[in-house]
């Protein structure tokens, strides 16, 4: 499989709002201009921030509907198996008030008769009916309340499962979406290979070691294990242990230190601490844009490790490259 490419550092220095369509029109004006007006490298590169630019947020938002989808599934898997006993109880209590209607009507009217004339005590007849209404009270109660949570589980499972159905239809939707982008992002690379003359001379946008002295218990852990992924290949939606996208970075290295966090940058953001720049330590998570599409493991000393975008690796970068929008503290 053929590496994808790096793009240069200016990538990061500005942030290009253009709608999808004007994004798209001149991506494909440029890939198809003759020979005499091919794109410059810059041009290029520009188009690729553009294209990201409007990607990353996308494949965020496919990392919060999936996760979603696949937490409401199971809970309607786990909603399925609660049912299933309600099912069975209501079976047995049909069948018993079914027997005993059954015996009823075998036993006719005169049975009543023939109970009192076979008891020898008034007493003891009226204690055998009362007996016998009283199973039937127990018989009806059982029902009812089968009755009532079998109900309200189906409200729950309807509930669910038009949850899951319109979270099947959004991640098809955004699924479909990336792979479009994504294709359009595989032709510039192409050409930005071209002008390079190979990959291998496509410059890196990061650098710098990756370590951070003083971090301490879970965010040592969540910092080292940040930092053994370095040289590993971004792939959205991934979360480890070979490829990574930005949150699934940060979900896989604080997992490690024992924090469960949601593949999201979104979801990430709301949980934690909220701490300032200025409190900001190594372990911490740095958020980026105000979309909150972007976040990496914060080192320290204004560095951060983090999983770029496609074409890239996990690798460290200064956090002045990127518009930090805040941190969150963990653990």
């Not at 520009?46 to 630019?53: D, L, S």
């Not at 956090?319 to 653990?331: D, E, Q």
Request: glycine share 10%.
């Amino acid at each position: 499989m053929t590496p994808r490419l790096s793009l240069r550092p200016r990538r990061f220095a500005t942030r290009v709002f253009l709608s999808a369509g004007a994004a798209v029109l001149f991506s494909l004006t440029l890939l198809s201009a003759p020979a005499h007006a091919e794109p410059t490298l810059a041009q290029i590169e520009a188009q690729m921030a553009e294209k990201w630019e409007e990607l990353e947020p996308m494949v965020e938002e496919y990392n919060k509907v999936h996760g979603e989808l696949k937490a409401n599934q199971k809970k309607r898997t786990e909603l399925e198996a609660k049912m299933q006993p309600l099912n069975d109880q209501m079976k047995v209590a049909v069948d018993k008030v079914g027997v005993m209607a059954n015996r009823s009507y075998r036993a006719g009217p005169a049975s009543g008769i023939n109970s009192i004339l076979r008891t020898s005590s008034p007493t003891a007849l009226t204690d055998q009916l009362v007996y016998l209404d009283r199973l039937a009270e127990i018989e009806r109660a059982d029902i009812d309340a089968v009755t009532v949570a079998r109900s309200e589980m189906d409200k729950q499972k309807a509930d669910l499962d038009k949850v899951v159905a319109d979270g099947e239809k959004r991640d098809k939707e955004l699924s479909d979406k990336k792979t479009q982008v994504e294709k359009e992002l595989d032709e510039l690379e192409k050409m930005q290979t071209e002008a390079y003359g190979s990959v291998a001379n496509v410059p890196s946008s990061g650098g710098g070691s990756c370590s951070a002295s003083g971090a301490t218990g879970a965010a040592a852990t969540a910092v080292a294990t940040a930092c053994a992924q370095i040289g590993k290949p971004y792939v959205y939606g991934a979360a480890g242990p070979g490829s990574f996208d930005c949150s699934g970075l940060v979900a896989y290295a604080w997992g490690a230190a024992g924090v469960g966090l949601p593949h999201s940058t979104t979801a990430q953001w709301n949980m934690g601490t909220a701490v300032s720049a200025a409190q900001a330590r190594a372990g911490d998570v740095v958020f980026f844009y105000s979309g909150l599409s972007h976040d990496g493991i914060y080192l320290g000393g204004g560095k951060m490790v983090h999983a770029p975008q496609p074409g890239m690796s996990v690798e460290v970068l200064s956090i002045s490259v990127l518009p930090v929008v805040g941190f969150r503290r963990f653990g």
